[in-house]
Each structure stands twice: as C-alpha cells, then as structure tokens.
C-alpha cells in the first residue's frame, strides 16, 4: 500500500502561484513509481493535469497548463510537487496526488490515490 499525503493549497489571486506537495509513504520502492497530479472542480469530471517518472526525465502536462505548471519529484524525501504560476481563475478545483508502480506510465488509471487539496482562485 502507498498512502499519499497532499498540502500547499489554499486561495490565490489570479496570476499568482502555489507549490503543491504530495509525500508518499508505505513503500521502499517509490521512486521507481510514476507520480501524477489530477484536478477535479465542482460538478466537472476529475481531469489529469502532469506526471512525472521515476527518473524525472519523463513528465506530461494537459494542454490547459502546458508552460505554466511543472512537476518535480525528490525521491529521497518521497515527495512529488506541483509548482503552479499565472494562476487562472479555472484552475480551481481539488487537487489530487496519484501513484502508480508502473514505470513512466503515461495512462490515466492510477493505482493509488491522495485525498486531495483544495486550490481556489479568485479574480
């Protein structure tokens, strides 16, 4: 079992930033996992927003923050971040961490899930 701890969110103005982290736990073999954060906003389907492999040589991002997001991953402290700048009011949504033991996954169906954070901004 991994569990995943997520923090950093909280209300920004519009064109402002946050640093998302996500911690992981209860597995010595982490880093060789592919990290991913997701995004689900009131009444809308849970969307995919980055990942990144275990190297942190393979990372993808959605269209929509594309150029204004970036993923980074320290696997020697087990932690995955989401730094988030420019900030749009449509960013706000729950933001969840998710992991998956298989290498540089680049499907949508990850295996462990956080509880998600809550990002709201406003304009």
């Known amino acids: 079992q991994v569990q995943l701890v997520e923090s950093g969110g909280g209300l920004v103005q519009a064109g402002g930033s946050l640093r998302l982290s996500c911690a992981a736990s209860g597995r010595t073999f982490f880093t060789t996992y592919t990290m991913g954060w997701f995004r689900q906003a009131p009444g809308m389907e849970r969307e995919f927003v980055a990942a990144?492999?275990?190297?942190?040589?393979?990372?993808y991002y959605s269209d929509s923050v594309k150029g204004r997001f970036t993923i980074s991953r320290d696997n020697a402290k087990n932690t995955v971040y989401l730094q988030m700048n420019s900030l749009k009011p449509e960013d706000t949504a729950v933001y969840y961490c998710?992991?998956?033991?298989?290498?540089?996954?680049?499907?949508?169906?990850?295996?462990?899930w956080g509880q998600g954070t809550q990002v709201t901004v406003s304009s």
């Open positions: 998710a992991a998956d033991p298989r290498i540089d996954y680049r499907g949508y169906e990850y295996t462990y």
């Open positions: 990144i492999g275990w190297r942190g040589t393979y990372m």
